[in-house]
């Protein structure tokens, strides 16, 4: 796990995603997509010193921390600037996959519905 102390760009999309859940959007995101994401975010290089984030697109909730509630549908691995671009839509998820950018555990149809779409359109970052 990350030490706590490090300030990681993916840092302000979840702040922004969990004022997004509590948006008509967000709540429209919640009932259609209905999945929880485990995101682990690396500084440098993914498996080292990583950050847990949880996207709870059951409940819409976004946490630090790892997935307390069983299993999440779907874990994914990136470091700090490719989950950034993939939030932001700058790098296409299918291709960060294909890449090595981003990791995948757990199932491939809950992970197929993790795009862009679920992030928060950046207002400045």
């Not at 999945?35 to 946490?63: C, H, R, S």
């Not at 199932?107 to 679920?118: G, H, L, M, V, Y």
Request: glycine share 8%; aromatic share 8%; net charge positive.
């Amino acid at each position: 796990m990350a030490d706590s102390s490090t300030q990681l760009k993916s840092d302000a999309i979840f702040d922004q995603m969990k004022l997004h859940l509590s948006t008509d959007a967000g709540k429209a995101l919640i009932k259609k997509i209905g999945l929880v994401y485990q995101i682990n975010i690396a500084p440098k290089k993914i498996g080292f010193n990583e950050k847990v984030y949880v996207v709870d697109l059951k409940k819409g909730e976004t946490k630090e921390g790892p997935y307390e509630g069983g299993k999440p549908d779907a874990t994914f691995s990136f470091t700090d600037a490719d989950f950034v671009k993939i939030a932001t839509g700058k790098m296409n998820p299918q291709i960060a996959f294909m890449r090595g950018a981003m990791k995948i555990k757990g199932s491939i149809s809950a992970a197929q519905k993790f795009t862009p779409d679920i992030f928060p359109k950046p207002s400045k970052m």
